[in-house]
């Protein structure tokens, strides 16, 4: 595949562009605050010092870029997380050392500023990430914790849509200074089992992204109490962190097949040969991008684990299982839509039926 781009956030506002879904607003400007601030600081990219280009030019990316023969810095990481960045328009700066003062997210005119406290890593097990953060927020119209759920009071403020990020009047917790926040990114089925609530069209909206061959993150946050000191924050259970999140939206991104691909693999099945993918992607983006490519022509059935499928899948030495460990009941044959499900069996004519 080609490099990602950010194509929008999901459910919220009229778009007719790119995929079919009305839903997906593509303008960054028009983004709502709190998913925003999740594409912009939700993230495991550093900056990096580079050497300056010919003739005293830098590198773009971050603050403190040096001038003439200087060098200066860049953002390196993960493909996706860059062009969330980017297309937010948020500046970065932070270095390869960890969570730090140097860690900070600035918005575009710098009123609202995320500095990083700790950062709960990416785990392809888990399929999910997240970040405690320190917002502090001189704009009223941008306040990122209104009152509704500073203190853990439910759903997020009414008149949100399916991306639940819709601005909400601030409320009197609004001015009391910085605020402590929490921001989760990860595939839907996992961040669906973690939501204090779930919006009625939260799986047809992902679905339908990924049936068109997007790349689709959850995005979720909440606010924590502002009273909790630094040392109290980094020795809270990943769980506790990661529970009751307030949904935000859907990160939409394309991920475009390279131009020499299709033709390529074209001629390699046209000879006979085998053509396999080995992927990360969610089973609905994966089958898109397979029979774009001739690897997939006919149906498929997908092999899933049902607790993962389910969101509940564990995480570290103690979630895995010995190979052959579990029972047949366990896992379970799918398609990629989830129309047909079928029981897994390792009978060699029950595989045979199949």
């Known amino acids: 595949r080609d490099e990602p781009e950010l194509l929008g956030e999901g459910g919220k506002g009229p778009d007719e562009d790119e995929l079919a879904d009305p839903a997906l607003v593509k303008d960054p400007r028009r983004f709502g605050p709190r998913a925003t601030l999740v594409l912009a600081a939700c993230h495991s990219l550093v900056q990096v010092q580079v050497q300056a280009a010919a003739g005293g030019a830098t590198a773009a990316g971050g603050e403190g870029g040096g001038k003439g023969g200087e060098g200066g810095y860049e953002v390196v990481g993960d493909p996706l997380e860059?062009?969330?960045?980017?297309?937010?328009?948020?500046?970065?700066?932070?270095?390869?050392?960890?969570?730090?003062?140097?860690?900070?997210?600035?918005?575009?005119?710098?009123?609202?500023?995320?500095?990083?406290?700790?950062?709960?890593?990416?785990?392809?097990?888990?399929?999910?990430?997240?970040?405690?953060?320190?917002?502090?927020?001189?704009?009223?119209?941008?306040?990122?914790a209104p009152s509704p759920y500073v203190y853990g009071e439910g759903a997020p403020a009414a008149g949100a849509g399916a991306g639940g990020s819709a601005g909400a009047a601030p409320g009197p917790a609004?001015?009391?200074?910085?605020?402590?926040?929490?921001?989760?990114?990860?595939?839907?089925?996992?961040?669906?089992?973690?939501?204090?609530?779930?919006?009625?069209?939260?799986?047809?909206?992902?679905?339908?992204?990924?049936?068109?061959?997007?790349?689709?993150?959850?995005?979720?946050?909440?606010?924590?109490?502002p009273d909790l000191d630094s040392a109290t924050l980094r020795s809270m259970p990943r769980e506790e962190v990661e529970s009751q999140l307030h949904f935000v939206g859907f990160a939409v991104f394309q991920?475009?097949?390279?131009?020499?691909?299709?033709?390529?693999?074209?001629?390699?099945?046209?000879?006979?040969?085998?053509?396999?993918?080995?992927?990360?992607?969610?089973?609905?983006?994966?089958?898109?991008?397979?029979?774009r490519v001739h690897i997939v022509t006919r149906p498929v059935l997908v092999l899933g684990h049902v607790e993962e499928d389910k969101g509940h899948a564990g995480g570290g030495a103690m979630g895995a299982k010995e190979p052959g460990s579990e029972p047949d009941s366990a896992f379970r044959w799918s398609s990629p839509d989830e129309r047909v499900s079928l029981p897994f069996s390792r009978k060699w004519e029950d595989m045979l039926e199949v």
């Open 82 to 144: 860059k062009a969330a960045l980017e297309s937010v328009g948020w500046t970065f700066t932070g270095g390869p050392g960890g969570a730090g003062s140097a860690d900070v997210s600035l918005s575009p005119d710098r009123r609202v500023r995320a500095s990083l406290l700790h950062r709960f890593h990416f785990s392809s097990h888990l399929k999910r990430m997240a970040a405690v953060l320190r917002v502090e927020d001189d704009s009223p119209g941008l306040r990122l």
């Open 174 to 225: 609004a001015m009391l200074g910085p605020q402590l926040v929490v921001v989760a990114k990860g595939a839907p089925e996992v961040l669906k089992g973690l939501l204090a609530s779930v919006p009625p069209d939260y799986d047809s909206q992902y679905k339908r992204y990924a049936a068109e061959g997007a790349r689709v993150i959850a995005l979720a946050h909440k606010a924590l109490s």
């Open 255 to 291: 991920c475009p097949l390279k131009p020499e691909s299709e033709p390529a693999l074209a001629a390699l099945a046209a000879s006979a040969h085998q053509l396999v993918m080995i992927t990360g992607d969610a089973p609905l983006t994966a089958c898109y991008a397979a029979a």
